[in-house]
């Protein structure tokens, strides 16, 4: 009896496999390895002493896909695998309408095929487009999407709502993610982006790792508290056992659920650096620039609908997910790359 997380060598997968192997559960990963290395099974292995099966098959291939069904006894998955960029996906839309909404039309196929009824999807908070207000319940209005990346989130919403409809044994955790950062307690996993990050986080990392020599800080004229772009900044751990959470709502079969993952709190851009730099004791030069284009002002989760129907809240905050980010960018300067 397997859970199968495709994705899951990635940042956020392989966080989650982790807690999944600690608690029990027997994992399969799927990965094609186009933003994630093989050393992640490695590094999983020296925090579990486990190693979930793997295979490197691409979740576009249907006829791969359908082998790893067969070999696996699959009760439930989990689908992080997609393309993440929203720079990219503006020079590439058809590229990510392939791959994220492509893969996940297979795997739908897949699961009616092989009776797997539960689904866990990664979703995001940009499927809420240009919000009017904060904090965001999952009852606002979708769509407005800013880039290409944002319209395969919601796209594939769609997809599974128009699934829960057709196949009423299904059992579908739509999870809305509000800005992850951090890494594991271990510094042994963390985010490893290729070239130069566009994210917060791993940006700041890489300047106190003096990989960078300043942060760029986009804009300092929004109606926020200082000025800065504000957003909801969870912990990786938080959003890992959030997974979990939806897995065992899932076996209370409740059909199509939506939960927004963030921390309910919003925190500013410069409220993050100076976080970072009481966390860790060190300096973060910054620069202030001009708005990046698609930037809202402010962004964050109302994540009480999470905590009354799955019994699940964040319980890091900010200043942790700093100081985490920051040990597993000292020990892995290069990622894992080294
Ligand atoms: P990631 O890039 O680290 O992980 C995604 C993994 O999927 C990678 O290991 C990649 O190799 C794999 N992959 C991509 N396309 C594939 C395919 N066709 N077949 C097989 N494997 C494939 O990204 P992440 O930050 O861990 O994000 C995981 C999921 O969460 C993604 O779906 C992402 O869109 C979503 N999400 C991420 C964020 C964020 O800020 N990190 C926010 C909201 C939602
Ligand atoms: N920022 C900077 N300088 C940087 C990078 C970011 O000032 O070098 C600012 C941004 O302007 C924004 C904040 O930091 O105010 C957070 O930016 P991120 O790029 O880290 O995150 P976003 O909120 O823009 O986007 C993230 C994911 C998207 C996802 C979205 C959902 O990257 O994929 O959250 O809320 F769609």
């Known amino acids: 009896m397997a859970i199968l997380?495709?994705?899951?060598?990635?940042?956020?997968?392989?966080?989650?496999?982790?807690?999944?192997?600690?608690?029990g559960y027997d994992v399969a990963i799927v990965d094609n390895l186009c933003n994630s290395k093989l050393e992640v099974l490695n590094r999983i292995y020296k925090i579990t002493s486990k190693t979930p099966r793997f295979y490197q098959v691409d979740c576009t291939?249907?006829?791969?896909?359908?082998?790893?069904?067969?070999?696996?006894?699959?009760?439930?998955?989990?689908?992080f695998a997609g393309l993440k960029s929203v720079g990219e996906s503006v020079k590439y839309p058809e590229l990510y309408q392939f791959n994220n909404v492509g893969s996940s039309k297979i795997l739908l196929k897949l699961m009616n095929e092989f009776d797997v009824k539960n689904l866990v999807f990664s979703s995001s908070a940009t499927v809420y487009g240009i919000p009017d207000h904060v904090p965001l319940t999952e009852d606002d209005p979708v769509g407005g999407c800013t880039n290409p990346y944002g319209q395969t989130k919601l796209d594939i919403e769609f997809l599974l709502k128009d699934y829960a409809e057709q196949h009423k044994e299904a059992n579908i955790a739509i999870l809305r993610y509000f800005n992850p950062i951090g890494a594991h307690k271990s510094g042994l996993i963390g985010e490893d982006p290729q070239g130069i990050p566009n994210n917060l986080m791993p940006y700041v990392t890489q300047v106190a790792v003096h990989k960078l020599n300043h942060l760029n800080i986009w804009g300092d004229d929004y109606p926020t508290i200082d000025g800065t772009g504000v957003r909801d900044y969870i912990h990786v751990l938080d959003l890992a056992s959030g997974h979990l959470a939806a897995l065992r709502k899932l076996s209370e079969k409740p059909g199509l659920v939506i939960y927004n993952l963030g921390t309910g709190k919003g925190t500013s851009v410069l409220e993050?650096?100076?976080?970072?730099?009481?966390?860790?004791?060190?300096?973060?030069?910054y620069v202030?620039?001009?708005?990046?284009?698609?930037?809202?002002?402010?962004n964050y989760a109302d994540v009480s609908k999470a905590e009354r129907e799955m019994g699940?809240?964040?319980?890091?905050?900010?200043e942790d997910a700093c100081r985490d980010s920051w040990n597993w960018q000292s020990h892995n300067p290069c990622g894992y790359d080294e």
């Open 312 to 318: 699940w809240k964040a319980i890091f905050n900010v």
């Open 272 to 285: 993050l650096v100076h976080a970072f730099e009481k966390a860790n004791n060190i300096t973060i030069p």
């Open 288 to 298: 202030i620039g001009p708005r990046r284009d698609g930037d809202v002002a402010e």
């Open 5 to 23: 997380v495709t994705g899951g060598t990635g940042y956020i997968g392989s966080h989650t496999v982790v807690d999944l192997l600690n608690n």
């Open 61 to 79: 291939n249907e006829e791969a896909m359908r082998e790893v069904f067969k070999k696996e006894k699959i009760t439930d998955i989990i689908h």
